[in-house]
């Protein structure tokens, strides 16, 4: 493996979607991540969120087998589970068994409502998650319901990449204390963490709680987006002044008798003389028109086609690795570069003597493995 995180061992207890997204990111730049799957698959192929492991196929309430997980955690820098509070305690693999056994251990837990609290063994989904911390109710058209922003904000942004981050934080600590330490991520927590902005604009007087009336909600005219000849889309950004004034000349606009921009009261109209001279060319004539400028204005892509936008392939962003075309490791680093990690694979015996477990202890762990944990 090669990336910033080489030498690095990780224990990962499968999972959906967060911490696997989390351990995704190990792998990336370069850690050794044994993921422990459940015997029946829990994911369709090809699961890009589980590329760069090694799996073993387990059946957590064997004893052998959980003796087996427990001895690959005595070798490990980091333990990754998603399980609801109290389902490692009862495995026998809790935070207090495993960092007994290792004190240097970093004990990684995904949950969407925390370890404690009176959800915390309640079910939920992200929408739930995003809800109960205030991002959800500010995204959404105004008059209308809020709108799910995908699973970003729960599962990935406010989970996984927040899971990440405080797996990383405690190696760090790690470093001068020598101890390791159990990560509480919740995504209900990562995803409040992500409307600090949000807060700081509130607190300043210039947020109200009603959706599609604020600077970025979609209610200003000159940040939303906008229908093309073509049926496509294009984003506008123009939020500053200098910005603005390229976005009036590109729009042939710049002469025009319009309201102030910050004139809220004007703002219906903008939308509507934005909107009519938008749709009057297709998106790619209007990338030709604003491409070269500053006026912030730039193509909606989908995802089948975001691969081969101009600067994301100039870039490349997006790399073709085992399972299709997927995004690439990020961040870059430009002396210890990360490089796409190969598809899941079956761990191996030797691989796993190499972690230090006995002979019997990784042949329970790899003779009963399943024949389809590899990308095709």
């Known amino acids: 493996m090669t990336g910033p995180l080489a030498g690095l061992r990780v224990v990962e207890l499968a999972g959906l979607a967060p911490a696997p997204f989390a351990t995704m990111m190990l792998a990336d730049h370069g850690a050794d991540v044994v993921r422990v799957d459940r015997p029946v698959p829990t994911v369709a192929e090809p699961d890009l969120l589980g590329r760069g492991r090694t ?28 399980y609801r509070p109290g389902v490692m305690e009862r495995l026998g693999l809790g935070p207090e ?12 837990r995904m949950t969407g409502w925390g370890q404690d ?49 405080g797996v990383l ?33 509130r607190a300043q007087g210039v947020w109200n709680d009603e959706r599609g009336t604020n600077l970025l909600d979609g209610a200003a005219p000159f940040y ?32 025009a008798d319009l309201p102030a ?39 909606v892509y989908a995802p089948s086609e975001v691969a081969d936008a101009p600067h994301v392939r100039a870039r490349r962003t997006f790399v073709d690795g085992p399972g299709g075309r997927q995004p690439a490791p990020a961040p870059r680093f430009d002396r210890t570069p ?17 972690w230090g477990l006995s002979a019997a202890a990784a042949a329970a762990l790899t003779d009963h493995q399943r024949e389809d944990v590899s990308v095709p």
């Not at 297709?282 to 491409?291: I, L, S, Y």
Request: a negative charge.
């Open 169 to 201: 934080a405690a190696l760090v600590e790690r470093a001068t204390s020598g101890r390791g330490q159990v990560v509480d991520a919740a995504m209900v927590d990562g995803a409040a963490l992500l409307t600090t902005h949000l807060h700081s604009m």
């Open 55 to 82: 799996t073993v196929a387990a059946d957590l309430k064997d004893p052998a087998v959980r003796d087996a997980v427990a001895a690959l955690v005595d070798g490990a820098d980091v333990l990754v589970e998603g």
């Open 224 to 255: 939303r987006c906008y229908a093309t000849a073509d049926g496509g889309h294009v984003s506008v950004g123009s939020i500053e002044a200098p910005f603005y004034a390229a976005l009036l000349e590109g729009l042939g606009l710049a002469d």
């Open 97 to 108: 068994e495993c960092l007994a056994r290792n004190p240097r251990l970093v004990y990684g």
């Open 261 to 299: 921009q910050h004139d809220r009261a004007g703002w219906p109209v903008l939308t509507q003389r934005f909107a009519e001279v938008l749709a009057g060319r297709t998106r790619a004539e209007w990338d030709a028109v604003f491409g070269a400028t500053d006026a912030c204005v730039h193509p």
């Open 117 to 165: 609290g009176p959800l915390a063994r309640a079910a939920g989904h992200d929408i739930n998650y995003v809800a109960l911390s205030g991002a959800l109710g500010a995204i959404g058209p105004a008059g209308g319901p809020p709108v799910p922003p995908l699973n970003l904000v729960g599962d990935f942004g406010g989970g996984g990449l927040l899971l990440a981050f």
């Open 338 to 354: 990360s490089a796409l990690p190969g598809a899941r694979a079956a761990a191996s015996a030797e691989h796993l003597r190499e």
